[in-house]
C-alpha cells in the first residue's frame, strides 16, 4: 500500500482474507485527515465469490478502520463476469487457483455434473475457461492508462499454448512487462503449487511493443520452503527488492553473469528473445538445479509428493473437461 494513497485506488479482484492490513497501523498514523478519509472510503475495492471470506475480509478492514455503511468494500460476486467500468491506477491480486472455470448443471437425468465455463468479453484478447488467463485480462482491463499491476500466476499461464500464448503477445505488445518474480514451491495454497508473481503497467495504444526487457528474480531454484519448518521471511525478499528499482527501472543490473556470477538469479530478457521462445513461453530459468545433479540433494519427500499430486489433480481436471465434452456430445447425438 502506498504511503500517500490520495491519488491512488487499488482493487483486489479474486481478494482472499487480506491479512496485509495487520501493518496498516505502522503507516496509517502519517496520513493527514483527507488521506484517511480516502483510505476508508475510496482507496480499496475488491470483489469475492463466495460470502464466507468477503466476510473475514470485510472485518479484517473494519478492525483496521478501512470501510464504511454507505458503499461496500467488498462485493460479492464473481470478479471476471463483467468489467465494471472503472479503472484503477494500482491493482493487486492472487487470484484462486484452478486452471478451469465451471458451473453446475442438473442434467436430463436429474443428475448434477460441471460443465465448462468459457468467459466471453469483448475487452478481452482471447475466450478461455482458464481462471488465471481470464483474470490477467481482466485486470489489464481495470487498469487506467499507465496503472500499475502485480499478480500472482501459476506456471501455467507462463507457458500454455492456445489462448494463452495469444495473452502473452498481447500482454507484452500492449503493456510494460518489466518483471516477473519466480516463488518457491508451495508457499501459496500446498505443497508443489508453482507460482509467480507478474509484474505490469498498461499504456496507451502504439504500434511499437510498450515491454522491452523483462527481468526475472529466481527465488525458486535450488530454494526449498516449508510452511512449518523453514518458512519464507522477508529477509529471503531482500535482494529482489533492493534489485527491483521501482523508481528508475532503466538503471537496473543483472546480478547474472555466464562467466563471473553463473549462480546469479537476475537477469533480463529483451522483447525479441522473447518472442522467439517456444509459444513465447514466460517460464524462464537458468540456474542449474542441483537437486537434478545430486540426487542426496532431493527436496523433502512431502515436497516431492506434493508436486507429484498436484501433477496429478491437473491432469485430472482435464480429463474430466474432456469426458464432460465428450458425454455432451454423445448425449446430442443420441436425440
Not at 472485518?59 to 467500468?85: Q, S
Request: with cysteine; hydrophobic share 35%.
Amino acid at each position: 500500500m502506498p504511503a500517500t494513497p490520495r491519488h491512488r485506488r487499488s482493487p483486489r479482484p479474486g481478494r482472499r482474507s487480506r491479512s496485509w492490513t495487520s501493518s496498516a497501523p505502522c503507516w496509517f498514523n502519517r496520513l493527514d485527515k483527507d488521506q484517511k478519509k480516502h483510505l476508508k472510503l475510496e482507496a480499496l475495492r475488491g470483489w469475492e465469490i463466495a460470502d464466507t471470506p468477503a466476510r473475514l475480509c470485510t472485518m479484517n478492514l473494519l478492525l483496521h478502520g478501512i470501510g464504511g455503511d454507505e458503499t461496500p468494500i467488498v462485493v460479492v460476486d464473481d470478479a471476471i463476469r463483467g468489467d465494471p467500468g472503472k479503472r484503477w491506477k494500482v491493482a493487486l491480486s492472487n487470484p484462486p487457483f484452478g486452471r478451469k472455470s465451471s458451473v453446475t448443471v442438473i442434467n436430463e437425468e436429474g443428475e448434477q455434473e460441471k460443465e465448462a465455463l468459457t468467459v466471453v468479453r469483448d475487452d478481452f484478447w482471447a475466450s478461455t475457461s482458464n481462471k488465471q488467463l481470464n483474470f490477467v485480462q481482466h485486470i489489464k482491463t481495470l487498469l487506467e492508462v499507465n496503472g500499475r499491476a502485480a499478480v500472482v500466476v501459476p506456471d501455467n499461464v507462463l507457458f500454455e499454448g492456445g489462448a494463452g500464448e495469444t495473452i502473452r503477445r498481447k500482454l507484452l505488445h500492449e503493456c510494460e512487462v518489466h518483471t516477473l518474480l519466480r516463488l518457491p514451491t508451495g508457499i501459496f495454497y500446498a505443497q508443489g503449487v508453482k507460482a509467480n508473481v507478474l509484474f505490469f503497467e498498461k499504456k496507451p495504444g502504439r504500434e511499437k511493443p510498450w515491454t522491452e526487457k523483462l527481468w526475472v528474480y529466481d527465488l525458486r531454484t535450488n530454494k526449498h520452503f516449508t510452511l512449518k519448518t523453514n518458512p519464507l521471511k522477508r529477509g529471503d525478499l531482500d535482494e529482489f527488492v533492493a534489485c527491483y528499482l521501482p523508481e528508475n527501472r532503466h538503471q537496473r543490473k543483472a546480478t547474472w553473469s555466464e562467466k563471473k556470477a553463473p549462480e546469479g538469479r537476475w537477469r533480463s530478457y529483451g522483447y525479441e528473445e522473447l518472442l522467439q521462445r517456444d509459444k513465447v513461453s514466460l517460464d524462464i530459468f537458468w540456474l542449474k538445479d542441483e537437486s537434478l545433479e545430486d540426487s542426496a540433494n532431493l527436496p523433502a519427500p512431502d515436497v516431492i509428493a506434493g508436486e507429484i499430486v498436484d501433477d496429478l489433480r491437473a491432469a485430472l481436471e482435464q480429463f474430466e473437461a474432456i469426458q464432460t465434452d465428450l458425454s455432451r456430445r454423445g448425449g446430442t447425438e443420441a436425440r
